[in-house]
């Protein structure tokens, strides 16, 4: 079980710790952690289990928060990063956001979350919805309260009826004056596309969004019209196991409010929205570079928010990138971002320059993976369609939405 | 709030900054105490004691200490406003173990939230009240415990489910049956919330008390996927452990693939029953599985690695062969069936832990055609986050060793994304390189290909020694793959030959040994690799490279025609290189040399010996020693045995019979045994932290020993014994059978050996022995008792899952060895407090008489006798020396002069003859700090018979070994052994007995040990002297005990306490108690002696030592226990 937590900034300070068992973890951990941090790089930002002389570390990295926990004997490890994960997860969404100042300036909320989501070291209540109606986020109006009166309470004063129901992620006496439920396929494409320019792979992970705001007990079923498609499924504890092995059916009780309902993945895609072609050619010193975007499938929508990214090789010393359309931008890191925006309908962008190379280096033999990102709207390019979305005890007939996404996931290509 | 609108223009700049802040505690945050606090605290108002409480929380936040704050906060708790009682339980919380006094003072207040009609109000008092550690109001705690554990809201149950492991934390023996009882309870509830709560708390305080599972099993499965995901973890584990600890493993599992072969070899013999092992290709593949690794993975799950590593010196196959009654089988065992059912939608759920806690359950249980159920929900797991990939591959990794086929359909999963971090990087390419195929080499290749031009180098090297394993692997691929690694070798070697950067090295360095490895495999039909790589020497710039190159130059120098031809140039290229190759290449062209002359044919050596003989004078005159003494002795082999220096003789194969020449064919020549593939042949329960560490981590558990768990199905036979017996626990655990006690204690004492290297402390040959004793005196117990013993030792090993305990392996281990004792220690205590009376022992100081042992006898002294004795007094130099006395004697007819003791010298005088005769003690430590002598006065003129006393002063230091003294007497020295006795390295400390009581309850746990012995002196007295009848026989035992611990240890003696109920012989009950302070540190030291047993027989005293020192603790008990049970003289 987890002995402790700890929040730490991006440059290593504690923001706060929160012993969780009897016995109290110093906070000298996190020197030693953050010096490991120093002496051995980034690299181990990305290890998610670290073993100390005195404790094991569990660390989870969030837009700059490092959440660690601690503890001293074994636990599944799995169970402490997800609740980690999941702790950051409910107070960005708390705080609209995660950094260091949102942390310091909420820390007495932060205090009363984790101590509702975590007894003894054993998740408690890490349900958001009902997080929500024990400990009130912070929001303009009790802001605003607290300035003119200087006291509001954020905790609250009843217990939430849920906890005692048998579904225990929804609140059982809610009234909404609009009846409404919103389905949202949100999907992100995987691709990986190789030296030879031949899609290595292709694939779809996609998420079903809910937003539901009904009142009462409402009881729902959403079919798709090719579940076939599916390669891997997971689903909110909410959705009932059954009807899915039998039918492919998801019927579930929603909690009120947006959650993840479902998530998916479509394997084997056959070819992606958009190309990307580096090209480069080395010679005595110097590499010339070009980057070619287009569209290769129309899938019918417009394509936007294209960036594409990628890291000069260290051997570069310097570059000239110049794009015909959209802007480029290069760090310190060597890392280049190319923005485009929307695919313009006229030209196909480009992106040609120069790369000097280091002294005494003829050509070019390492070669950056390019990442691409970009979004269309109103496509799922899975090609799962919804069928359709029931209720079962309809107290007033719902207005039902459904939407649909695309966005760039992993989707690399390599020069 | 207006107190940061200061009017400065620097405060007016933070203060627009704080505009966007308004609102929120910010300002409490960067200035907690910009106010004092202590009088908001007191307010009557209670947004002012929120605003103090926030500035508190702020500062702890900060990690400063504010518990002096503690009496101010601990009175807000009745505070009606539930947001400042939140904050004040924060507070608590933090602090209370600080200032337990004070944290008293708060219970009232608990008591009555507990009956608060809000649920919520109830539960925080619940989960705050049993948060704070107190011995004191542990009872109370236990209370409300039981009382929530059956509130009517689901939300105080599942608290108070979790308030129990906070309980059991505290070790109170006495309550571990009530705490039990209550899991019980609570896994019966009806809300799958309790139950998932619940079943962490049977993890952490029960997790062998497999009974109370058995009763519940069915509906526990049944409940599972109700049960909220964290819960959903730990119950998947419980079951699975259950049913294997029930029903055993699955015939048809992977764990028993060995076996199945076993079986299928012997079945085979036997015609008749060889149909019904034909296994069903299953979906067109054959299930390839890595039977050793299989098995090498089952063992290990069971045994733990390390036990397992341990035997694996002498490797009995057999071991794990279970009679047929240890095998189940997945379709007619109902159990099993269940939980491999209600196990499978979980495989969907949402939280990585659950899938892969499922996941581990049908890797384990399942039947072996269904493990593939498994595995696309494990690799979606790697979609879910970044943090969990990692651990999620370290476990695909292993079920992939031992299954590749189950992955090898799915290797394009493990194809590398740029994103990736190095780690996951190379975790996939191993396990591509596990799992590839045929089929799939080629686009496995086809990826390989493209990383190699990574920028990141180190991971460059790592695909290309992952392309030398899939080509060892799949022999029909390794033509392909060494074209493609020969071509990157002279790219590579070219681009170093330009810019020679240290990454860059590392690629080529990894590309040879790959080749090489590979060429290893079958070095005939790779001839032209060889010369391939030899002709680009020339450009290779890294010395390990080189080195490498020029190794495999001279192993295969005579497999071809190509490479005898190109032999001589080579050689003079390498004399024309050699001043300026590195050591590493230097050395290896030098073996080179003899290699090729070993093997060469007679035509070529003549031109072959110019060049080599340049090179190995050259090596001669090398500025690196390691070269010149190796070139000395190759050129002695070569003068020797090849007539190096007369090719020209004729004769000179007749002298290759020479010995050298052996020797050096023994070096050089014959076929070297390929090391085997290093294997990580740690494997740890799928989903633990362990596998990730790859060590136990402390409280990892392996799998219950299979079919250790009869259950009760006729009837619930130890409700019967519930009755008699006031403690649970005991009967619970009854029906376990022996053979999982067996393995528990045999786990310790394995244990205990591991841990008697590193530690320090206990060393000598003794001390072991005293370790052994101990371990004995455990398991040959008589049946009963000794049952109840090993029962207990396996209840408290659910307690590892405290942690506290665990930092010092010492320290756990002998507390293990000892809290067997102290469970039914206690229990007797239980049950007699109930009425006790106090016996006073007055005069006992006069009667102590401190044992004297001999230093020097007059037969070894001339006449001259030492004899010495500790004694109680308190040093008057330093409070860290204890005192001995030491009286002189002189039995010769001559007067004796200049009697002298000091220390020993350094330098070790060389008479050692000496011996004392003293009865040997346990001389237990051995310690680096020396023992440390004030010298005495000198004993100017001894005349015969004339005694003198002197007091030494010695500061031992905790040093057990004897003290090597030097006896000086008329001019002469004699070596002369001092022996401590760790009974006077305290003092006696006095105390009243409440004081001792409160002690005592301080130092629990790891801190208390607990040894029996045998106490028989009183029995001689009563034989000798007809016991006058109205003298009290219990006084007079007791006298004598006290008496016997007083001239043996320094203490002070507390109390002596007996049950007024006692029976007229029954001398059980009687507790005596002393106290002391160990010398230099003035830590105090506790010890009560419990007796047993009746006048007429010898008594059975348990010894309790209580002392924060634990080590010397142990000690000090140790010897305690070895002069209780001294026959008296």
Request: hydrophobic letters at 40%; glycine letters at 4%; proline letters at 5%.
């Amino acid at each position: 079980m987890l002995q402790c937590i700890f929040l730490l900034s991006d440059s290593g300070e504690v923001l706060l710790e929160k012993q969780l068992t009897g016995h109290r973890v110093d906070r000298a951990i996190c020197d030693w952690f953050w010096n490991q941090i120093l002496t051995q790089g980034d690299s181990l930002k990305l290890v998610p289990v670290i073993s100390s002389p005195t404790h094991y570390l569990f660390q989870v990295v969030r837009e700059g928060i490092t959440f660690l926990a601690c503890t001293q004997i074994e636990m599944p490890p799995l169970m402490a990063i997800e609740f980690l994960c999941r702790v950051a997860d409910v107070l960005s969404n708390y705080l609209d956001g995660l950094n260091e100042d949102l942390i310091k300036d909420n820390f007495v909320i932060v205090y009363e979350l984790l101590d509702e989501m975590i007894d003894n070291g054993f998740p408690l209540t890490t349900e958001p919805n009902i997080l929500r109606e024990m400990i009130a986020p912070p929001n303009i109006v009790s802001k605003v309260l607290s300035v003119v009166t200087g006291n509001t309470s954020n905790v609250s004063n009843t217990l939430p009826g849920a906890t005692a129901s048998c579904v225990p992620w929804r609140k059982t006496d809610l009234k909404h004056a609009t009846n409404e439920v919103y389905v949202d396929l949100v999907e992100e494409m995987d691709a990986t596309i190789n030296r030879d320019g031949n899609l290595v792979k292709c694939e779809i992970y996609g998420e079903v969004q809910v937003n539901s705001n009904l009142s009462g007990l409402p009881d729902l079923t959403l079919s798709f019209a090719n579940p076939s498609v599916f390669n891997d499924v997971r689903f909110h504890p909410c959705v009932r196991l059954r009807p899915w092995e039998l039918n492919q059916i998801l019927s579930f009780v929603p909690p009120d409010g947006q959650f993840k309902l479902m998530s998916y993945r479509v394997k084997k895609l056959k070819s992606t929205p958009i190309y990307v072609k580096p090209q480069f050619t080395s010679d005595s010193g110097t590499c010339r570079i070009s980057v070619l975007v287009g569209i290769r499938n129309d899938p019918g929508k417009s394509i936007d928010n294209i960036t594409v990214e990628f890291r000069l090789p260290p051997c570069v010393t310097s570059s000239d990138l110049s794009p015909n359309y959209g802007s480029v931008n290069v760090l310190a890191d060597k890392t280049c971002s190319w923005t485009i925006g929307r695919m313009p309908k006229d030209k196909a962008p480009s992106m040609s320059g120069t790369l000097v190379l280091e002294t005494g280096m003829e050509r070019l033999h390492v070669f950056p993976t390019f990442q691409v990102a970009f979004r269309i709207m109103g496509v799922a390019l899975s090609g799962l369609k919804i069928d359709k979305l029931d209720l079962k005890n309809p107290l007033s007939r719902p207005h039902k939405g459904f939407r649909a996404l695309t966005r760039g996931g992993e989707f690399q290509v390599r020069s | 709030m207006l107190t940061q609108f200061g009017a400065t223009a620097e405060s007016l700049s933070k203060a627009s900054t704080m505009m966007f802040r308004i609102g929120t505690d910010a300002h409490l945050y960067d200035d907690p105490d910009d106010v004092s606090i202590a009088p908001l605290l007191d307010s009557k108002f209670e947004s002012e004691k929120c605003e103090a409480l926030k500035r508190l929380l702020a500062l702890i936040a900060q990690g400063f200490d504010i518990s002096n704050y503690f009496p101010q906060v601990v009175k807000n708790v009745a505070t009606q406003s539930l947001e400042v009682k939140k904050l004040v339980y924060l507070y608590l919380l933090h602090y209370a173990e600080k200032r337990p006094n004070e944290a008293l003072l708060s219970i009232n207040y608990f008591q009555k939230d507990l009956g608060d009609p809000n649920p919520l109000v109830r539960a925080w008092a619940l989960r705050t009240m049993a948060g704070i550690r107190l011995h004191a109001i542990a009872s109370l705690v236990l209370v409300a415990v039981g009382k929530c554990a059956r509130d009517p809201s689901v939300y105080v149950r599942k608290c108070a489910a979790i308030a129990l492991p906070k309980l059991h934390d505290l070790r109170l023996e006495e309550h571990t049956a009530a705490i039990e009882e209550i899991v019980g309870m609570l896994l019966k509830d009806n809300s799958p919330g309790v139950v998932g709560a619940a079943a962490s708390a049977f993890a952490s305080i029960c997790p062998n008390n497999f009974s109370l599972i058995g009763r519940n099993y069915k509906r526990l499965c049944e409940i599972l996927p109700d049960v909220e995901e964290w819960g959903q973890i730990v119950l998947i584990g419980i079951l699975l452990r259950y049913a294997i600890a029930k029903h055993g493993l699955v015939r048809e599992s992977l764990m028993l693939s060995f076996e199945d072969l076993e079986i299928q070899s012997q079945e085979k013999d036997d015609p008749e029953s060889s149909h019904l092992t034909v296994r069903k290709p299953f979906d067109g593949a054959s299930l390839d599985i890595c039977t050793e690794i299989a098995d090498i993975v089952a063992r290990s799950y069971l045994e733990g690695p390390d036990k397992y590593l341990a035997r694996l010196g002498h490797v009995n196959q057999d071991s794990l062969g279970f009679d047929g009654s240890c095998i189940t089988s997945a379709t007619s065992n109902d159990d099993v069936k269940i939980l491999l059912q209600c196990t499978s939608p979980l495989l969907w759920s949402y939280n990585s832990a659950v899938v892969l806690a499922a996941a581990g359950v049908h890797w384990i249980m399942a039947p072996k055609e269904d493990i593939r159920k498994i595995v696309k929900p494990l690799i979606f797991l790697l979609r879910s986050s970044g943090s969990s990939k990692y651990v999620v591959l370290c476990n695909i990794q292993v079920f992939a060793k031992a299954m590749p086929s189950l992955f090898s359909p799915y290797y394009e999963d493990f194809f590398i994304s740029s994103s990736d971090s190095y780690r996951t990087k190379t975790l996939k390419l191993e396990i591509l390189s596990t799992i590839a195929t045929k089929t799939s080499i080629s686009s496995i290749f086809l990826e390989f290909q493209d990383h190699v031009r990574d920028p990141d180098r180190r991971f460059a090297a790592d695909t290309v020694a992952a392309i030398g394993l899939c080509a060892q692997k799949l022999p029909d691929v390794s033509n392909t793959c060494l074209e493609a690694l020969l071509y990157l070798a002279l790219s590579e070697s070219s681009n170093n030959a330009v810019a020679l950067m240290g990454e860059e090295e590392i690629l080529l360095v990894q590309v040879v040994k790959s080749i090489m490895a590979i060429i290893k495999q079958d070095p005939h039909s790779h001839e032209r690799v060889i010369v391939h790589l030899v002709r680009s020497l020339d450009s290779m710039s890294a010395p390990a490279a080189r080195a490498m190159v020029i190794w495999m130059l001279g192993e295969y120098c005579n497999i071809g025609v190509l490479t005898s031809k190109m032999i001589p140039t080579i050689f003079k290229y390498l004399a024309h290189r050699f001043h300026s190759e590195s050591v590493e290449t230097k050395l290896q062209i030098v073996n080179a040399c003899v290699k090729v002359l070993l093997r060469a044919k007679v035509e070529d050596i003549s031109e072959l010996r110019l060049a080599i003989s340049y090179v190995l004078e050259l090596a001669k005159y090398d500025l690196n020693y390691d070269v010149r003494d190796r070139a000395r002795v190759l050129k002695n082999f070569l003068s020797h045995c090849k007539g190096f220096n007369y090719l020209e003789e004729a004769d000179y194969r007749t002298e290759f019979n020479d010995l050298t020449y052996v020797f050096a064919e023994y070096i050089f020549g014959g076929t070297k045994k390929v090391p085997s593939e290093s294997f990580s042949y740690r494997f740890y329960l799928p989903g633990s932290l362990s596998q990730i560490v790859l060590h136990a981590a402390p409280g990892y558990e392996p799998l219950p020993e299979p079919c250790s768990f009869a259950d009760d199905e006729t009837g619930h036979s130890p409700t019967n014994v519930h009755n008699d017996h006031e403690s649970n626990e005991i009967d619970d655990s009854d029906d376990i059978s022996g053979s999982l006690d067996e393995e528990n204690t045999s786990d310790y004492s394995s244990e205990s050996v591991s841990g008697e290297g590193g530690d320090s402390y206990i060393a000598s040959d003794s001390g072991e022995d005293e370790e052994a004793g101990t371990l004995i005196h455990l398991s040959d117990d008589a049946p009963d008792s000794g049952d109840h013993d090993r029962v207990s030792v396996k209840n408290t090993s659910s307690g590892l899952m405290d942690a506290g305990e665990l930092m010092s392996k010492r320290a756990l281990e002998s507390w293990l060895n000892e809290n067997s004792d102290s469970g039914q220690n206690s229990s007797n205590l239980s049950q007699v407090q109930r009425s006790l009376a106090r016996i006073s022992i007055k005069d006992i100081g006069q009667l102590v008489k401190p044992k004297s042992y001999t230093l020097l006898d007059p037969t070894n002294g001339n006449g001259l006798s030492v004899i010495y004795r500790f004694s109680s007094e308190v040093s008057k130099v330093s409070k860290e020396l204890a005192c001995i006395h030491v009286s002189f004697s002189n039995h010769s007819e001559e007067p004796m002069c200049n009697i002298f003791l000091a220390e020993e010298k350094p330098n070790p005088s060389p008479d050692s003859s000496e011996k004392s005769g003293s009865p040997s003690e346990s001389v237990l430590v051995s310690h680096d700090k020396e023992a440390t002598l004030i010298p005495m006065e000198e004993i100017d003129r001894l005349n015969p018979g004339q005694p003198a006393d002197r007091v030494l002063q010695v500061r031992f230091e905790h040093h057990l070994l004897p003290l090597k003294l030097v006896l000086s007497c008329d001019g002469r020295k004699q070596q002369v052994k001092l022996r401590p006795d760790i009974g006077y390295f305290i003092k006696p400390l006095p105390m009243d007995i409440e004081s001792f009581l409160k002690k005592e309850s301080q130092l629990p746990g790891m801190f208390e040990n607990i040894r029996r012995c045998t106490f028989s002196e009183h029995l001689n007295q009563q034989n000798d002297k007809d016991e006058p009848p109205q003298k009290d026989i219990f006084l007079m035992i007791c006298e004598k005990l006290a008496l016997k611990m007083l001239s043996n240890a320094n203490l002070h003696l507390v109390s002596v306490d007996m049950p007024v109920a006692a029976n007229l012989d029954d001398l059980s009950g009687i507790s005596l108690r002393l106290s002391g302070e160990i010398l230099n540190n003035s830590v105090p030291c506790l010890v009560t002696l419990t007796l047993k047993g009746t006048c007429a027989e010898p008594l059975e005293v348990s010894v309790k030592i209580n002392c924060e020192e634990t080590v010397f603790g142990l000690n000090l008990l140790n010897r305690i226990v070895n002069f209780l049970a001294e026959p008296p003289r």
